[in-house]
């Protein structure tokens, strides 16, 4: 049962005592200059207060306050009853003012800090030992100490609300207002929450337990939206800290602010080229990808991409695996598009597509490791799913299982089918030739109805560049999982589908595998299938 203590009103009198202790000092000097000048009085630590003092402004040792010296290494500072105590105690409650006056407590209104770059170090690489000195201590207790107490004690962890706080101080003779101490707080708790969960991610990680006992998921807010999938949903991006390129962490160079759908759309379009090492081009509508080629220079590899689906290109996102240079950005300026992404983008590109005011333009600076595990997280009512990425398979793993040998060309074109349709939402069809897409059947419920729309695709894309002939022929056809019937084969077959790449694993194997060699295809089995939902 939790201890009952007398109603008392929220503090209202003016900031007196503050205790600063910080690793960022961006913004330092100025704050705690304003506080001086308000005739606050300043208590710090160890590099802290050393900056504070180095420009002139008075401060106080907290081992001075404290009477207690700094100890194992600065692992013991600020863990002493007159910081706790000048935090927690209750302003207005006889009671703690009398135990804090015989204790010689004296109350501390303002705590600012922010925590040991724990999260940077991990980030950098940094080994066992320097991450665990990089776990903060008293400053996570300090923290919740002045939040718990907020009716009283204002706490400031970001130094982004230095500026709120000098305000509120300036508008109300050094006070703050309740309603911004509760704000802070719940920053604060919202602070040393994510700090928390990024120190267990990272406990578990090097004890090797992919799914430990408890998961912690954090995230700090980067973009609130318009609205969210449509428009009467809201939205927001929060970033994770993951140190993978990508969307999340993406400068953007010019265009209009970006949507929930084009963060979306964005990221499928990028996890997606960085799984080549050949230079490529992917084009995404709506998550699914509508053109993927692979080319002898990025224009050429964006042309090809473009002539799989010209139709859906449109509005779309396109990404590449490499830098983003003048020629290619011509090309791209013809069409309108919703946002371009690239490891990099040259200054002649960036000329170029200037022209385009609304056109999203994005650089990552690199590219994510599709190679490297990782999480991903799915909401569900009263739950999330958690599962490691899906990693791809190598030639190695395929297993030939009719009585026609694949060529050489063909096994190269289903290797990067295969990688394709791991990124088209389920049942999913792709058709390549020449190592680019020439079809893609997505999200249908029957793979027949997925196979006969890619093979459609195929038929447009070649009417669309003036030939007589689908693109489908002579093709090699990709299915996420396996062909439950011959049909689906049957299907791909009649649409002129030389080889195909399928998981295997149906208990009618035998009848597909039969209908493969009737019907003169090389068929490979993965042992692995790629479910998108």
Sequence with gaps: MSNSVPFVPAYTGPIRRALISVSDKTGLIGFARFLADAGVEILSTGGSAKAIAGAG????????????????DGRVKTLHPKVHGGLLGIRGNADHEAAMSEHGIQPIDL??????PFEETVAKGAGFDECVENIDIGGPAMIRAASKNHAAVTVVVDVADYDVVKAEMQANNGATSLELRRRLAATAYA???????????????????????????AGELKQEMRYGENP????????????????????????????????????????????????????????????VALGSSLKDAYLRAYSCDTESAFGGIVAFNRTLDGETAEELSKLFLEVIIAPEISDDARKVLE??????????????????????VKNIAGGLLVQSRDNLLTAADLKVVTKRQPTGQELKDMLFAFTVGKHVKSNAIVYVRNQMTVGVGAGQMSRVNSSRIAAFRAEQAAKAAGD?????????????????????????????????????????DEDVIKAADDAGLAMVFTGMRHFRH
């Design 111 to 116: 705590l600012v800090v922010n925590l040991y």
């Design 355 to 376: 022209t385009k005011k609304n056109l999203r333009v994005l650089r990552t600076g690199g590219l994510p490791d599709t190679k490297v595990g990782g999480l991903m």
């Design 468 to 508: 007589a002939e689908s693109w489908a022929k002579g093709s090699v056809v990709s299915s996420d999982a396996f062909f439950p019937f011959a049909d689906g084969l049957l299907a791909a077959a009649e649409a002129g589908a030389t080889a195909v790449i399928q998981p295997g694993g149906s208990i009618r």
């Design 232 to 291: 009467h949903q809201v939205a927001a991006l929060y970033a994770t800290g993951e140190n993978r390129p990508g969307i999340a962490a993406a400068e953007q160079l010019q265009g209009k602010e970006l949507s929930y759908n084009n963060f979306n759309d964005t990221d499928a379009a990028f996890e997606l080229v960085a799984e080549f090492d050949e230079t490529a081009c992917v084009i995404v509508k709506h998550a699914n990808p509508c053109g």
């Design 191 to 217: 602070r040393t929450g994510c700090y928390d969960a990024a120190i267990s991610a990272w406990f578990a990680g090097q004890l090797g337990e992919t799914f430990p006992r408890r998961m912690a998921f």
């Design 57 to 72: 402004i008075p401060v106080k040792e907290v081992s001075d306050f404290t009477g207690f010296p700094e100890m194992l």
